[in-house]
Nanobody, 121 residues
Framework: QVQLVESGGGLVQSGESLRLSCEAS????????MGWYRQPAGKQRELVAA???????KYADSVKGRFTISRDNSKNTVDLQMNNLKPEDTGVYYC???????????????WGQGTQVTVSS
């Protein structure tokens, strides 16, 4: 049974940083792409960043240069380092196993429970 557990959300001020972490179990983690998505209140869930099994990455235009996704296959974890946070980054952040983006973004079947990120101005 696949399980994804996120951690690291919280309340920060504009310009500060947060690091989210997602630990996966029950899957051959090293062989699958992982993604971080977010869902602002009242809006659709959107891809923030993704990383392939080989380490290729994709970022939403709105976070390029500020966010960095990384993975540690020895620990079955994928992290999202978020710097220079803005109020528009506020939302529930979800970890996803099996994300693909070629040619179009497509989420995998497994999601974490989500972690709230709130950025105050």
């Amino acid at each position: 049974q696949v399980q994804l557990v996120e951690s690291g959300g919280g309340l920060v001020q504009s310009g500060e940083s947060l690091r989210l972490s997602c630990e996966a179990s029950g899957a051959v983690f090293s062989r699958v792409a992982m993604g971080w998505y977010r869902q602002p209140a009242g809006k659709q869930r959107e891809l923030v960043a993704a990383i392939s099994s080989g380490g290729n990455t994709k970022y939403a235009d709105s976070v390029k240069g500020r966010f960095t996704i990384s993975r540690d296959n020895s620990k079955n974890t994928v992290d999202l380092q978020m710097n220079n946070l803005k109020p528009e980054d506020t939302g529930v952040y979800y970890c996803n196993l099996g994300t693909s983006w070629l040619p179009l973004v497509r989420a995998g079947n497994y999601w974490g429970q989500g972690t709230q990120v709130t950025v105050s101005s």
